[in-house]
């Protein structure tokens, strides 16, 4: 079965433009979470939805947004980035619930100049 | 709020040999799964071995197993005839069973780079 696909692979944007990061979940998972990771900060939850709602957010400002949209898939925006918002971000879909574990993709490394 | 502190930043082994990678986690709940993930050069984070809490009997997933010490909350990644294949960061992490559907959040440990020596 496909896997847990984002899209782009590689990003490189200058410092003040926004970004979107999509990813397409596995078929019939429900959950979608987006991590960052950093050499510095490790990886870090940014928000997790769950058919179309967000139902937890990590500890990160206003200008880091996401959604999900009726068949899973999700994306995240990155308005006014920042040097240091320079990542690897990794998405993991999962059925939902705690007896589910979660699939990652390969992630976006994401370039800010 | 939970914590997980991976205390080696680096380990190494001979191929064929046996390495344990070392986690250990602060929280005040009763009810959590824990994952050990590695992360190759590819990026992908690939689930080696899930364990939860309310089961005594440590996980096994061919040659890799965990030690698991609820009270003294220490959870250790053994692999066994250490493979070439093996190579990659390797991290810790707790998710609370707290509410079933939704709330998927993974804290992660800062990560174990293993390097398997030929």
Known sequence: KAGV???????????????????????????????????GQGLQFLFEYFSETQRNKGNFPGRFS?????????????????????????CASS??????????????????? | AQTVTQSQPEMSVQEAETVTLSCTYDTSESDYYLFWYKQ????????????????QQNATENRFSVNFQKA????????????????????????????????????????TRLTIIP
Not at chain 1, 99 to 110: I, P, Q
Not at chain 2, 40 to 55: C, G, T
Not at chain 2, 80 to 91: E, P
Request: charged share 15%; aromatic share 12%; proline share 4%.
């Open chain 1, 5 to 39: 696909t984002q899209t782009p692979r590689y990003l490189i944007k200058t410092r003040g433009q926004q970004v979107t990061l999509s990813c397409s979940p596995i078929s019939g998972h429900r959950s979608v979470s987006w991590y960052q990771q950093t050499p």
């Open chain 2, 72 to 111: 003294a909350k220490s959870f250790s990644l053994k692999i066994s005839d250490s493979q070439l294949g093996d190579a990659a960061m390797y991290f810790c992490a707790y998710r609370s069973s707290f509410s079933n559907f939704g709330n998927e959040k993974l804290t992660f440990g800062t990560g």
């Open chain 1, 95 to 113: 059925f939902g619930g705690a007896n589910y574990g979660y699939t990652f993709g390969s992630g976006t490394r994401l370039t800010v100049v």
């Open chain 2, 40 to 55: 190759p050069p590819s990026r992908q984070m690939i689930l080696v071995i899930r364990q939860e809490a309310y089961k």
């Open chain 1, 66 to 90: 996401g959604r999900q949209f009726s068949n899973s898939r999700s994306e995240m925006n990155v308005s006014t980035l920042e040097l240091g918002d320079s990542a690897l971000y990794l």
